[in-house]
């Protein structure tokens, strides 16, 4: 993390406003500087495409299900094996790599942060421990609380402080970055192997529904003053029709931040369904990306399905056994005590199959149809749409006409009368790329404030130089070109060191986990509550002073401070 | 006659395990538990010592009667007189059969091997300083 | 001195609420524990030094020497065999899976001696499941299958089950129902509603039945199934359909007789089925504290739970090929390292007789059936006593052990750290 | 072109050899071949004498001969496409794993997993074959696929595990759990057998001598006459909403 001159580097970094220019970026300590002495060592970038390290603000790499994914499956394991190179160490799995496989192909491709979509706090030591040995991103987690029933039960009271204390107490102990809300209300319905229809349905064990869990979770964020939004995973993923439900949800976002986005909605694709069953379902991207045109609170991610052999994962327990319904295959389900669920099982998207031809138009027509790219970030929901390894040729389906014609001729023949995709012409540019990989990401992460996501004197040194010159290709016609390009970085530099180089990991490498402590009024310290406490000690299955991560799973870490709206006097 | 040996985990056999050359290990874990019918057609009683014999070896026991089990089914603590009668077959498995093991019993007045002994029949180097 | 709220390093139930009391460095007092845990606690035997077979007797050794002689045995294999590790703590296991991989060493866990065929079993189907505290609120019929937890894990029943407080019910005790399957009527099954005794190895035939049952296809299946009464078989059935939330505990009894890990999918297959019915799930009743840890850490790292072959460089894994029972009875091991299990006490004759005729070391506090079978033994700190670490809950939750007691004992950890420094030094990759 | 590898006498013959590269696809490219002793890799010709007459236009000209110990040798013919191979002795596991065409004839037995995910081609053993023989990898997806296998010995536990394709003869007796979760293909055993077919989806089986211990939840549809024996005809595994066929001259149920 000594300095480094990165030289001739051709530049995109939207945050800083930068589109295309010919820069040398300084290094030192790990951040961009202004200037470096003589003594730096010099890369040269000789002219290729250079971006801030990719962010992925949606992924599953890390934590208790992953591993249950890769525990299950050992046919996956096998299908991607390499063997101790260099710095390397073995690692196995395709859809589903193991810790090491994550970090070193995430690097190949530039990516120097990921966030951890789903933690179950009571099993947060998990993800800890995986997140040390994903040693060439830094990590965050978004802490589940879709079924948590100190939450649930603080607005079923009506008071959005204690809901806000409780989520304040739990994700600073499980040292957690987010709020993720999973199903709301479904996945403690799933408790006695029920669900929720929608936003409007009361829950067996509560008495509100989802709409007023989701209304109540963001305005406590707010309060909260968390970096993040909420981020929701809709109800009714993957069921037909299911668009109204999530054109519903977006419906009732207040727009309570004007620095970022209030709602963070994932995995969009999984919820923009039409028709009555599976025989006349269509896709209901149009009517999506119009509401989400108007609503700049929102923002969200694609979810993007490719074709091949895949590992679907979620905390959405109830909709994994439907799934598992429908094809008959393994079927884990693993529900956690007074928090919430997850679902696993092994999923193949063949182009023959229709529905499936259907959803992998719908993802590309989200990100097309949406008009602004920061509103719709590059996501596959790795791995329940495909694996990571696929971004490349998601990048270059979106930046060619010509290619998603191409693909589009080898779908089942029925998708053109169910989607509007061939009539979508939209090419996105660069900049739209680096928006919806990187920049965008940061944002709606609420960290550029820590330094993540552009390239000026401040930031941190997470850069990646692929071996792209954007003026000798015309990524509409050399679609093969952009997809190369992607698939492997000639340089990725984490904290201002070149971790990778043209695939191959060349460091052990160290993350930092990045976590949330919110300042909170000792009023609404659940630490001291005595009502919280009994509750824990009565329902839970471990005692509440084991609960905590200790400050020994973080190693390398940062945590983010926040000042909350919480103290008494402020009514 | 050919008996059904299960092996499993008992209490006293577990309040032992850091203690396994020990005579509480010794004489939780080489106790053959059997229904008292049997003990009857061997014509010996509870508290008498057997030889217990499987296709993978042989081992004197010392026999404790029990209605819990069925007549024809016996049944021992999981441990190193156990296994000097499990074969090391699993069937492709990795697991081999510590249970439902076919074994012929009969009365003996051979002495029950300590833990030691065992070691050392198949090779081992006691250390008991 | 007063610790509360200590995880108990004995079994998976790994409960976290014991109280221990300590006067000049020494556990005196334990509270809350149950009978094995506690002897656990209150054990003196240790081995005092590292110890190694010089001309046919035992001799005392310095620990560099133990560790020089175990690093040059290990690096100098051809096959050489890692095995134990469920009784110690996450982060010296890493190092364990590090160590096999610079070795090219086949590395195994206990698992592969107890739930392996439950995890061929979820290899194959799945496993609808549950953190504990889910059935402890939950469920209103529990099924201990081929298990005995009132002897092998004996707070089972109170933390988790028929006598723990749960938020769905007024009487803990009276609204559960307790179904038990097993050979004999063990201790568990006395205070089951419902005890069924079935012929040895008769598992599979009975969970077939049931299912037909339960798809309401009784009509193919025979009036007497592995000796119990179809009758029998349809009150549990209803029993099953009746409750609201079913939960399904499964032990050694199933996994390890005839069928292995089909019986284990059957089970699975059988909550799967009920699934559509009702709500079920099913667990296992892992053995070891930390067993499950051993299967996280190797499948977050080298993909697979237990029974890696490192040797062609990459993670190789088929159990009943990289198994430590089938490598050992077909003899291919030439070094063997042992850490934090007792293979002496619990493997078959013939595998044992293969560990003591090739160089074998053992890593653990104490002295066992193993020590006979070994060159070298290295003591060192007993995790969650004497070193903190985390271990995983037989339900995966993971839980921090805690260190109680000073001790002048190295670390599994620190000698395994130690021993890989070695061996790359060795291998010219130091 | 003939190629006959001779092994050598090994100093210690029970560590495992993985030969993945003994194919006659791999001989006709002439490619260097390389295998693994434990953990220690190296040239077949540091462990063997390797004599190759006359020359071969593909694969398919290529037989391979195996003389001396092979009992330990691992995946001997695996993903082969063509040609054939010669085993004078026993073979060790993953014997043909993943082949697609050509022949192995193996004179003496054969260890587990033999033809294992097998696509095509032949396979035939004159002596035993141990578990798994026919049957998948871990995780369950589909065993063999395709091709044959004949054993005209007996063979270990769940044979034919997973099985989707082809048809195997056993003309012994079988293990525990012959063709467990079985999905296509046809399996012929000429000996007894027991708990034979849990849990299939479909396929078919035939077994000639004794069925013990007969999976309790099977219909029994009818008799045939097949070979001028009289059979009894299953459908099932109805615990498994399955309509595989399973045919068997005598059985009976652990009651």
């Not at chain 3, 938020?167 to 205070?191: G, L, M, P």
Request: net charge negative; hydrophobic share 35%; aromatic share 8%.
């Amino acid at each position: 993390m000594g300095e480094i001159l990165l030289k001739n580097a051709w530049v995109i970094d939207p945050i800083s406003g930068i589109n295309g220019e010919m820069m040398d970026i300084a290094m030192d300590g790990g951040r961009i500087v202004e200037y470096v002495s003589d003594k730096a060592d010099v890369i040269d970038a000789e002219g290729f495409l250079t971006l801030p390290g990719g962010i992925d603000s949606h992924t599953h790499t890390s934590g208790t299900k992953v591993n249950f994914g890769r525990y299950m499956s050992p046919e996956d394991m096998r299908a991607g094996r390499t063997p101790k190179k260099g710095a390397m160490h073995v690692t196995s799995g395709y859809s589903v790599p193991t810790t090491y496989g994550n970090s070193y192909k995430y690097s190949a491709l530039g990516y120097t942060s990921l966030v951890e979509g789903a933690m179950a706090p009571l099993e947060a030591r998990h993800t800890h421990e995986e997140f040390a040995f994903t040693p060439l991103q830094d990590s965050f987690a978004n802490v589940l609380f879709d079924g948590n029933w100190g939450m649930l039960g603080a607005i079923e009271e009506g008071d959005i402080k204690r809901a806000a204390a409780i989520i304040a107490w739990t994700i600073s102990a499980v040292k957690g970055f987010a709020v993720k809300l999973t199903n709301p209300g479904g996945t403690e319905a799933w408790g006695f192997g029920k669900n929720v229809s929608c936003i409007n349905q009361t829950m067996p064990r509560f008495d509100i529904t989802p709409t007023e869990i989701i209304r109540s979770a963001i305005e406590a964020n707010e309060l909260l003053h968390l970096p993040h939004s909420v981020h929701l995973h809709c109800n009714n993923l993957g069921t037909p029709g299911n668009y109204t439900c999530t054109l519903g949800t977006f419906d009732i976002v207040p727009d309570l931040n004007d620095t970022r986005q209030t709602l963070y909605a994932t995995h969009v694709q999984f919820h923009s369904y039409g028709g009555s069953g599976w025989s006349d379902f269509c896709s209901k991207s149009e009517p999506i990306a119009q509401k989400v045109n108007m609503r700049p609170q929102i923002v969200i991610d694609m979810g993007q399905v490719m074709f091949g052999r895949t590992t679907t994962m979620t905390a959405d327990g109830p909709m994994e056994f439907n799934l598992y319904r429908l094809h008959h295959d393994k079927w884990s389900n693993h529900d956690v005590e007074l928090e919430t669920g997850s679902g696993i099982i092994p999923v193949n998207y063949r182009k023959k199959n229709l529905v499936n031809s259907i959803m992998w138009a719908i993802g590309l027509e989200l990100a097309l149809l949406v008009e602004n790219p920061w509103q719709c970030l590059l996501a596959t929901d790795n791995p329940n749409g495909a694996p990571f390894v696929k971004y490349p040729e998601v990048i270059a389906l979106l930046m060619s006409k010509k290619y998603r014609d191409a693909e589009f001729a080898t779908v089942h023949q029925d998708t053109g009368k169910r989607v509007p995709l061939p009539a979508i012409d939209r090419e996105l540019t660069w900049h739209d790329i680096a928006v919806m990989t990187r920049a965008g990401q940061a944002r709606a992460l609420g960290i550029t404030g820590v330094g993540k996501g552009y390239l000026l004197p401040g930031a941190e040194a997470d850069i990646a130089v692929y071996p792209i010159r954007v003026d000798d290709i015309d990524p509409a016609q050399q679609y093969e070109e952009v997809i190369k390009g992607f698939s492997q970085t000639e340089y990725t530099i984490k904290r201002g060191r070149v971790v990778s180089r043209r695939g191959d990991a060349l460091v052990h490498g160290e993350n930092t986990t990045f976590w949330v402590k919110p300042n909170v009024p000792s009023e609404y310290d659940m630490t001291h509550d005595e009502r919280f406490k009994e509750h824990f000690e009565r329902y839970y299955s471990i005692r509440m002073s084991n609960y905590p991560v200790q400050e020994e799973y973080l190693h390398r870490n940062y945590c983010i401070r926040t000042e909350t709206d919480l103290s008494t006097t402020h009514d | 006659m050919t008996y059904t040996l299960n092996s499993g985990r008992v209490i006293p056999q577990g309040a032992f395990v850091e203690h396994k050359i020990s005579q509480g290990y010794r004489e939780a874990t080489s106790v053959l538990f059997i229904h008292p019918m049997d003990l009857f057609q061997l014509g010996i009683e509870s508290g008498d010592k057997v030889r217990v014999t499987s296709a993978a070896g042989s081992v004197v026991l010392r026999t404790e009667e029990t209605e819990t089990l069925r007549e024809g089914c016996v049944f021992i603590a999981l441990g190193p007189y156990a296994n000097a009668i499990t074969g090391g077959y699993s069937h492709g498995t990795g697991m081999p059969d510590y249970k439902a093991i076919p074994v012929e019993i009969e009365p003996t007045d051979d002495p029950v091997m300590t833990v030691w002994d065992l070691m050392e029949e198949i090779g081992g180097l006691r250390y008991d300083n | 001195m007063i610790i509360e709220d200590v995880p108990c390093p004995f079994c998976g139930c790994l409960c976290d609420d014991i109280t221990l009391t300590i006067k000049n460095n020494r556990i005196v007092g334990v509270e809350n524990c149950c009978v094995l845990g506690n002897a656990k606690y209150l054990s003196k035997q240790r081995l005092k030094h590292p110890i190694m077979r010089k001309e046919g007797k035992w001799v005392e050794v310095s620990f560099d020497e133990a560790i020089e002689e175990t690093a040059r045995i290990l690096s100098g294999a051809t096959r050489p065999l890692l095995y134990g590790w469920s009784g110690t703590y996450n982060e010296a296991q890493v190092t364990a899976v590090h160590l096999a991989e610079e070795l090219g060493a086949l590395i195994d866990s206990t698992t592969s001696v107890c739930h392996n065929p439950s995890i061929l079993a979820i290899q194959e189907v799945g496993h609808p499941g549950c953190t504990l505290g889910q059935v402890k609120n939950r469920a209103d019929l529990v099924i201990y299958w081929g298990c005995n937890p009132i002897e092998a894990h004996p707070r089972h029943l109170s933390r988790y089950t028929t006598y723990a407080d749960g938020y769905f019910f007024e009487n803990t005790v009276s609204d559960r129902k307790v179904v038990v399957v097993d050979v004999r009527e063990s201790e568990t099954a006395k205070i089951a509603d419902e005890f069924i005794q079935v012929k040895p190895g008769g598992d599979y035939l009975i969970l077939s039945a049931l299912r037909a049952m339960v798809r309401g296809r009784g009509d193919v299946v025979p009036a007497t199934v592995a000796g119990v009464k179809k009758e029998q078989l349809q009150r549990v059935v209803d029993l099953c359909q009746k409750a609201r939330y079913g939960a399904v505990f499964f032990g050694l009894g199933v996994s390890m007789t005839r069928g292995k890990y089909k019986n284990i999918r059957n089970a699975i297959e059988l909550v799967s089925e009920l699934n559509r019915k009702t709500k079920f799930t099913i667990s296992a009743m892992r053995g070891h504290y930390n067993v499950y840890g051993f299967n996280e850490v190797l499948t977050w790292m080298a993909g697979y739970p237990f029974a890696v072959d490192f040797s062609r460089g990459i993670a190789f894994y088929n159990p009943g090929e990289t198994t430590v029972i089938d490598v050992l009875a077909r003899k291919e091991p030439d070094a063997c390292l042992v850490v934090a299990s007792d293979p002496g006490a619990h493997f078959p004759k013939t595998c044992i007789e293969h560990m003591a005729a090739i160089p074998t070391i053992q890593i653990d506090p104490c002295v066992n059936p193993t020590t006979a079978l070994c060159q070298v033994q290295i003591p060192v700190a007993i995790t969650g006593i004497e070193v903190a670490g985390t271990a995983y809950r037989m339900d995966g939750v993971p839980i921090r052990m805690k260190k109680v007691v000073e001790t002048e004992f190295p670390t599994d950890k620190q000698i395994l750290d130690r021993i890989c420094e070695r061996v790359r030094e060795l291998n010219g990759n130091g | 072109m003939k190629v006959t590898i001779t092994l050598w006498d090994r100093d210690n013959p029970l560590i495992p050899v993985e030969a993945e590269m003994i194919t006659p696809d791999a001989f006709f490219s002439g490619e260097e071949i390389i295998i693994a002793v434990g953990n220690r890799h190296m040239r077949l010709d540091g462990i063997a004498d390797i004599h190759i007459e006359g020359e071969a236009s593909s694969a398919a000209e290529v037989a391979i001969e195996i003389r001396g110990d092979s009992a330990r040798f691992k995946r001997v013919g695996e993903m082969m496409t063509a040609g054939s191979i010669t085993i004078e002795g026993d073979i060790g596991m993953h014997c043909g794993n993943f082949m697609s065409g050509g022949s192995i004839e193996i004179l003496g037995s054969a260890d587990g997993w033999l033809g294992r995910e097998m696509k095509g081609g032949e396979i035939i053993c004159h002596g035993d074959a141990g578990d798994y023989c026919g049957a998948g990898y871990r995780g369950g997806r589909k065993g063999m696929r395709g091709g044959s296998i004949e054993v005209v010995g007996s063979v270990g536990d769940f044979a034919c595990e997973h099985i989707a394709g082809g048809e195997v003869i056993i003309r012994g007796n079988t293990g525990d759990y012959p063709c467990a979760e079985m999905k296509g293909g046809t399996v012929i055993i000429l000996g007894d057998c027991s708990r034979v077919c849990a849990n299939m989806s479909a396929g078919t089986c035939y077994v000639y001598g004794y069925a013990d211990e007969m999976i309790p939840t099977f219909e029994r549809i009818g008799c045939v006459d097949r070979d001028g024996l009289q059979l009894h005809h299953f459908r099932g595994d109805v615990a498994n909403r399955g309509h595989g066929d399973l045919y068997v001259a005598r059985y009976g149920y652990l009651s």
